[in-house]
């Protein structure tokens, strides 16, 4: 049996993550903060799976959580076969609205952790000549938004940072892939206490239906992956659409918002 590591494994994607691996008979290590929501998973999931399931507590925005989950990644001794950088957060106000602290809290973890725990699981694949990473991105890492946090920024470096180490390792056996979902039903949204109450239901997505699909592609060997045919075509429109043109479509929606915000 191989091992995979998901962080954020008690909620939304990485929880889907965890039920998707755990059916094709991989055995886990489940990361997030909260220690019983963890051994709650993994006892769900070793009952109906008859995985093994290894728990580690951490926050991935401090330098010890990140450094606890990057030991149990470089354990020679114990092969993590695919690791899942799924954890991340979003904010509700823009950029100057917060404070400095939540922003360097969100870039700790949609950024540092991301990039820490894919240096160590790489160093240990490679001389083994195989491995996996599947780094959770978003449509919102395509573009600029505004009014907005910088989220959209977080997730752009994901995605640069996945392509990159991608195009580097892929002739040497391993793989890395940004999986750039759209909305999806998760706790994402309420944690953050984003409104989601205009969000039309046509622009859900199912969390399991994007673990399939990225799990899918990853296997494919692609660098990107944009489940649902309705975000790969918005998804797309966003990323190929010459930047003045889109930059003047969000600044014109940014100034409508504005002004509705002084009425
Ligand atoms: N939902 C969407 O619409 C959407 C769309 C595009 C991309 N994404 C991305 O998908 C990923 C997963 O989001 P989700 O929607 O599944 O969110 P979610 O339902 O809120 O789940 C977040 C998970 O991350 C864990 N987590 C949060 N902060 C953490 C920290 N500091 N250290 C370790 N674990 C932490 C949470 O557990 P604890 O609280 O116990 O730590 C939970 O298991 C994120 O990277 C997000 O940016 C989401």
Redesign the pocket.
């Given at each position: 049996m191989t091992t995979a590591l998901v962080?954020?494994?008690?909620?939304?994607?990485?929880?889907?993550f965890a039920r998707a691996l755990a059916a094709e008979r991989r055995d886990l290590i489940l990361?997030?903060?909260?220690?019983d929501?963890?051994a709650a998973t993994a006892k769900e999931l070793t009952e109906k799976y008859s995985v093994q399931v290894e728990i580690l507590?951490?926050?991935?925005?401090?330098d010890d959580?990140c450094a606890r989950v990057e030991a149990r990644l470089a354990d020679a001794d114990r092969p993590v076969e695919l690791l899942v950088?799924?954890?991340?957060?979003?904010l509700r106000s823009g950029f100057v609205e917060n404070s400095i602290a939540d922003e360097e809290?969100m870039l700790?973890?949609?950024v540092r952790?991301v990039m820490r725990l894919t240096h160590a699981a790489v160093r240990s694949m490679l001389p083994r000549g195989h491995g996996d990473v599947l780094n959770?991105?978003?449509?919102?890492g395509f573009g600029p938004t505004a009014p907005g946090s910088t989220?959209s920024a977080?997730?752009a470096w994901?995605i640069t940072f996945s392509e990159s180490v991608h195009l580097t390792l892929k002739h040497r056996g391993v793989r890395v892939i940004a999986?750039?979902?759209?909305?999806?039903?998760?706790?994402?949204?309420?944690?953050?206490e984003i409104p989601t109450a205009d969000i039309p239901d046509a622009l859900?997505?199912d969390?399991d239906d994007v673990v399939r699909d990225a799990l899918a592609d990853l296997r494919r060997g692609r660098p990107t992956s944009v489940p649902s045919v309705r975000y790969k075509v918005l998804g797309g429109i966003v990323r190929y659409a010459p930047r003045p043109i889109f930059l003047r479509v969000i600044g014109r929606a940014a100034k409508a918002v504005g002004r509705g915000r002084q009425n």
């Open positions: 962080t954020g494994a008690t909620a939304g994607l990485g929880a889907a990361v997030a903060r909260d220690g929501r963890l507590p951490a926050d991935l925005a401090s959580g950088n799924n954890a991340g957060i979003g809290r700790a973890l949609n952790a959770v991105s978003s449509v919102a989220y977080t997730k994901v999986l750039c979902p759209g909305f999806v039903r998760t706790e994402f949204h309420q944690r953050a859900w997505l969390a």
